[in-house]
């Protein structure tokens, strides 16, 4: 191999692995822990009264706008769907795009007529569920749903198949929602980086005397907030906030890769080096 085609082949390679480094940085991660705090009794009616985050990145329990506006293109909402056959005449199908109270309902699932989309981020990413009967609270058991502009919409992937309620997501990718604990019942709060979803039972301190059974919202700094019930097995409900006390890890393969890349660089500076005779 030539001087000239190991300088193309070293430069293509880091170029590989920086761009792998770069999207290996940029994916969703969750923190390998975090801190627990209980901040409150959480109100008993779930939607518009959910734990967020507001402007200034404070909980609030006060109804605040659950699709949480971004400067992006992308909008969410939904339409009522005239459906002869549907036992209530009608279906809520949730809306998506760049066309405000123009865009159009999204793809549906069988056996889940209705769906809502929660929130959208500043990418165009939007969460949210398909279930049946217009129920969308997060004991339903519907369908995780995620839709973008790149794949469109498509399943998500929770702790039991796709069973639960993505509800927010941030600008980094991390989503976070309320999915079925096991087969035979129970809910748990779960955060995915879209493929892959984690129990945030298991990254909190053990022994904290509390269950967090959904997940709201998360900050763009990965605080995270929903509704918790105590262990013992009473119902009340808590807003709890959860903060990383350590960061993600970087993506394995962008090191790797990354490595590569600074490995053929040098490989190809000692070849031309040897080439010059400069030993």
């Not at 007529?113 to 165009?124: A, E, H, R, T, W």
């Not at 839709?147 to 980094?172: E, F, K, M, Q």
């Not at 900050?219 to 509704?227: F, H, K």
């Amino acid at each position: 191999m030539t001087t000239t085609s190991l300088r193309r082949w070293a430069g293509s390679l880091a170029l590989a692995g920086l761009v792998a480094l770069l999207w290996g940085s940029a994916a969703p991660a969750a923190a390998t822990s975090y801190s627990l705090q209980i901040l409150g009794p959480a109100p008993w009616w779930q939607g518009d009264n959910d734990p967020k985050f507001d402007s200034s990145g404070n909980v609030t329990t006060n109804g605040n706008d659950p699709t949480h506006s971004v400067s992006g293109p992308y909008t969410i909402g939904y339409k009522s769907v005239f459906q002869p056959q549907s036992h209530d005449s009608y279906d809520y199908v949730a809306t998506y795009g760049t066309n405000g109270d123009a865009n159009q309902p999204i793809e549906r699932f069988p056996g889940y007529p209705d769906s809502i989309l929660f929130q959208v981020n500043g990418k165009g990413v939007a969460v949210g569920s398909e279930v049946t009967d217009n129920q969308f609270h997060y004991d339903s058991y519907g369908q995780a749903i995620t839709i973008s502009p790149r794949t469109g919409a498509s399943l998500l992937p929770t702790l039991v198949g796709s069973a639960g309620v993505a509800y927010a997501i941030n600008d980094g990718g991390a989503i976070v929602g309320t999915s079925a604990a096991s087969p035979e019942g129970g809910v748990a709060a779960f955060i995915s980086d879209g493929q892959k979803a984690l129990d945030l039972n298991g990254l909190i301190a053990s022994g904290s005397g509390y269950l967090l059974r959904s997940a709201t919202d998360i900050s763009d700094a990965g605080q995270i907030t929903g509704r918790a019930v105590k262990s013992d097995g009473s119902n009340n409900e808590y807003v709890y906030l959860l903060t990383p006390t350590s960061a993600p890890e970087p993506s394995t393969f962008a090191l790797l890769a990354a490595a590569s890349a600074l490995a053929a660089i040098r490989r190809a500076a000692r070849s031309r080096n040897m080439a010059r005779g400069d030993g």
